[in-house]
């Protein structure tokens, strides 16, 4: 039986001193708590599981070769490595508001073969106002979020912002701007 994408992208926070742990997920809540309260957020919100596995997100998007795959909110950057892992997408990008899970996914990023690091980009950026013209396919961990968070979300991938998006998954429906 082979591992699953998320089994072989916890290899790399586990060499990286990250082990995914219900005291490791307390620590980064702690740590995060200050920063995500400046930024508005909830504390116990901080840290949240996945709902979809990255096999279902890839195959949802219908990630292909040479495409440019974007996770807004990335977290520690499960789902960045994992679509790198599928030798695929021409660039792996995931943007995270929150330092803590940032430094995380840059540690797991340390530890990973130097293929998936040459096409993994972090950045700690507020996906409302960064870049993301190249953005092509996108996944969006927005189930916990607030309506005016996704209303947010949703002007940030205006046409106009992200003109090489073709795909998008994410986990709560968006308003419809979108596209309009």
């Known amino acids: 039986m082979s591992q699953s994408l998320l089994e072989r992208v916890n290899v790399f926070f586990e060499d990286a001193g990250c082990k995914t742990d219900p005291t490791g997920l307390s620590k980064l809540a702690c740590e995060g708590a200050s920063v995500a309260v400046k930024a508005g957020a909830v504390a ?3 840290v949240f599981g996945e709902i979809l596995t990255p096999e279902d997100i890839f195959r949802l998007l219908n990630l292909e070769q040479g495409d440019i795959f974007y996770d807004l909110g990335s977290g520690r950057g499960q789902v960045v490595l994992a679509a790198a892992l599928t030798s695929k997408p021409k660039r792996c990008v995931g943007i995270e508001l929150m330092e803590p899970r940032h430094q995380a996914a840059l540690a797991a990023k340390a530890h990973a073969p130097e293929d998936i690091q040459r096409i993994c980009e972090f950045r700690c950026e507020d996906v409302l106002a960064c870049r993301l013209e190249d953005a092509c396919k996108v996944y969006l961990c927005n189930a916990a979020f607030p309506r005016h968070l996704n209303a947010a979300f949703a002007g940030a991938l ?7 998006l073709e795909a998008l998954v994410t986990c709560a429906a968006l308003p419809e701007a979108i596209g309009q």
């Not at 205006?158 to 090489?164: I, L, S």
């Open 44 to 46: 116990s919100a901080l």
């Open 158 to 164: 205006d046409p106009q912002r992200t003109p090489a």
